[in-house]
């Protein structure tokens, strides 16, 4: 899905810029972001 791509790399766009204003709230990004990813990974196999 060429969509879902698009959204990975504006997500990841927003993503850093918040990081780097932010850089505190770096571990919570990356812990949302693996949860989100493991669901997905979870979502398309048992799909």
Do not use: D, H, Q, W
Request: no cysteine; proline share 4%.
């Amino acid at each position: 899905m060429p969509v879902t791509g698009l959204i990975v790399g504006i997500l990841a766009l927003i993503f850093g810029v918040v990081v780097m204003i932010f850089p505190k709230i770096l571990n919570y990004l990356v812990g949302i972001y693996l949860i989100i990813v493991g669901i997905v990974a979870l979502v398309s196999y048992f799909a």
